[in-house]
């Protein structure tokens, strides 16, 4: 629908704009579902502004940063940049009711069997905080195509054991699985794929080092989009953990979620080299949850 025919003219034209004035393409820049730390968030690791060895997808002009407020000088790479989201673009209705320093919580472990901590959190979650089991959804990230299917089954058997003990039930709901995905009175426990275009008020996401395992998908771009794609289905909480303490994606979301959580809510990073980049994002962020044909 959105391609070239054979003469390279856009099969279905955007451009222009409709009877009464608006346009036909609009640039969403508020956000109502995600808290603005949440989305910052997401963001800046989904394009990895802060990684290791510097960003693998980015946006290169100052004022592609729809939604966003953007200190620096683009043209000079290497220098410092001071990313903002200005608080009326994500008008969150628990904006004020919500501690910024709850918000977002990360944990690295050891084994698999260590991130059983998050049942004692999704315990608390609903005997504590009140929440309902429905409002809680858990998305395991895999390593591989071979392994997709076998982790899956890990946690899914792990984690309805764990909050079997607490008299909670859990609602498995995979790509190719035609269960409804909110499930009244259960936890949702679903893949990147199944859980977009659903939410949730707390989301865990599992196994994040595998942002680091090269043999999860071809490119880390894909990677990094499916983690975005995770993080951004929460609407209040969002709680991220993984294995390999010392692996390089678990400084990076330390770093992130202390400039995030400051009292003024930021990022600082490196003006990227558009030629060393996988992805250059010239259009905005909402580049990054667009799927690709391998997401299906």
């Not at 109502?32 to 963001?43: E, V």
């Not at 994606?249 to 060393?276: A, G, K, W, Y």
Request: aromatic letters at 6%; a negative charge.
């Amino acid at each position: 629908m959105f391609g070239v025919d054979e003469d390279g003219n856009a099969v279905f034209d955007l451009s222009g704009q409709y009877r009464g004035e608006p346009q036909e393409t609009f640039v969403m820049r508020k956000s109502y579902r995600a808290p603005r730390l949440l989305l910052m968030l997401a963001h800046t690791i989904g394009m990895g502004l802060k990684r290791e060895d510097g960003p693998v997808q980015a946006i290169t002009r100052q004022d592609g940063w729809d939604g966003y407020d953007v200190d620096g000088n683009f043209r000079k790479i290497g220098s410092e940049a001071v990313l903002r989201r200005p608080i009326e673009n994500s008008p969150h209705p628990m904006q004020n009711e919500l501690f910024p320093g709850e918000l977002i919580t990360h944990r690295s472990v050891e084994t698999k069997a260590d991130e059983h901590w998050v049942s004692k959190k999704i315990k608390a979650d609903i005997q504590q905080e009140g929440l309902d089991p429905d409002q809680i959804l858990v998305i395991p990230l895999c390593k591989g195509r071979t392994n997709d299917m076998k982790n899956k089954e890990f946690v899914a058997e792990e984690l309805e054991s764990l909050l079997g003990r607490h008299d909670i039930r859990i609602n498995p709901v995979w790509e190719n699985d035609n269960k409804i995905f909110i499930h009244e009175g259960k936890v949702t426990l679903a893949g990147v794929n199944r859980a977009k275009g659903d939410e949730a008020g707390s989301v865990y996401v599992l196994g994040v080092d595998a942002i680091n395992t090269e043999q999860w998908r071809d490119q880390e771009t894909h990677r990094r989009n499916r983690l975005f794609v995770a993080i951004t289905r929460s609407g209040a909480w969002v709680s991220i953990s993984g294995t390999h303490p010392n692996a390089s994606i678990h400084t990076e979301v330390s770093s992130v979620v202390d400039d995030v959580q400051s009292t003024l809510p930021h990022v600082i990073f490196e003006v990227p080299n558009s030629r060393e980049l996988a992805n250059e994002l010239e259009e905005g962020t909402e580049e990054l949850e667009s799927p690709t044909l391998d997401d299906f």
